[in-house]
């Protein structure tokens, strides 16, 4: 009799470490705080991992062949078909929405990698897709918070003046009516470009408050004039608060409130005096 003896060592290791392979990708695949499905060429949905239930409230059933495009307001499905993810092979953080089983909106970020056999054929896809609901909230809610300081900040009646290492950020409207500037045209300047409304040793005083200021001091009451578009003068009682970002000063406001009325009240004390 002959006896052939194959060494299949190797191919016990490989076939191993494929199974171990498969084993490590599927418990990724399950445990995943994102929702992951799979789609055939078809684009009808032929896997998907627990945290898809969960998130869109489907089961088994509801999934299972169903077409991906149900899953998309229609609007939206035509926003990710505009992007021909088929073409490129992928498609990374496209913000969109999703509907759940109780026909909730759901703001998610999608990414979608197409799948190919070896003759470059499309075989499906796959989808990976977080819920950003909660990150859309607070964006919002941001949103509103800036809103509602931007009607703050223009309807008072002090002057507000927002600047970063002199370069002017901000100003309020009733500051803009004031000196009859309009915003785009100081936006980007350096404070002591307003020579025409802070003249002379006036400004003098500013630059040096603000000098003082962005070494973290906090600068009240002092006084300067102010010259409007009508070429009037104004004293106003300024100050500076420094805004910081954890220890570090990002930036200055300035205030000023107007003080002519009081002013030549106390000089016609003064005279009758």
């Excluded at 092979?89 to 496209?94: A, S």
Aim: aromatic share 8%; charged share 35%.
């Amino acid at each position: 009799s002959i006896g052939l003896i194959n060494d299949l060592s190797r191919v016990k290791i490989t076939e191993r470490r494929l199974i171990e392979s498969e084993e490590k990708y599927k418990t990724i695949f399950e445990n995943s705080a994102v929702a992951i499905m799979l789609t055939d060429e078809n684009e009808k949905i032929i896997s998907w991992n627990g945290y898809t239930e969960k998130m869109l409230g489907f089961n088994k059933d509801d999934l299972y062949l169903k077409n991906v495009k149900n899953l998309y307001p229609k609007v939206e499905w035509e926003k990710i078909r505009s992007e021909n993810i088929r073409q490129k092979g992928m498609q990374h953080h496209l913000e969109t929405k999703i509907i759940t089983k109780s026909n909730r909106l759901l703001n998610v970020d999608l990414s979608i990698s197409v799948l190919k056999d070896f003759s470059g054929s499309i075989v499906g896809s796959i989808g990976i897709i977080k819920d950003n609901s909660e990150q859309k909230k607070i964006e919002e809610e941001l949103i509103k918070s800036k809103n509602k300081f931007r009607e703050i900040f223009d309807a008072t009646s002090d002057f507000l003046l927002y600047i970063e290492k002199e370069i002017i950020f901000d100003i309020n409207q009733t500051a803009l009516e004031l000196i009859g500037i309009e915003k785009q045209e100081i936006i980007g300047k350096n404070f002591s470009d307003l020579k025409t409304v802070f003249p002379d040793e006036n400004m003098k005083n500013h630059l040096e408050a603000i000098t003082q200021a962005n070494c973290g001091k906090k600068i009240t009451d002092y006084e300067s004039d102010l010259k409007s578009k009508n070429e009037n003068i104004y004293r106003f009682l300024f100050a500076i608060d420094p805004i910081k970002e954890g220890n570090e000063i990002k930036g200055l406001l300035i205030r000023g409130k107007d003080i002519t009325q009081r002013q030549r009240a106390w000089q016609e004390l003064l005279k009758l005096e």
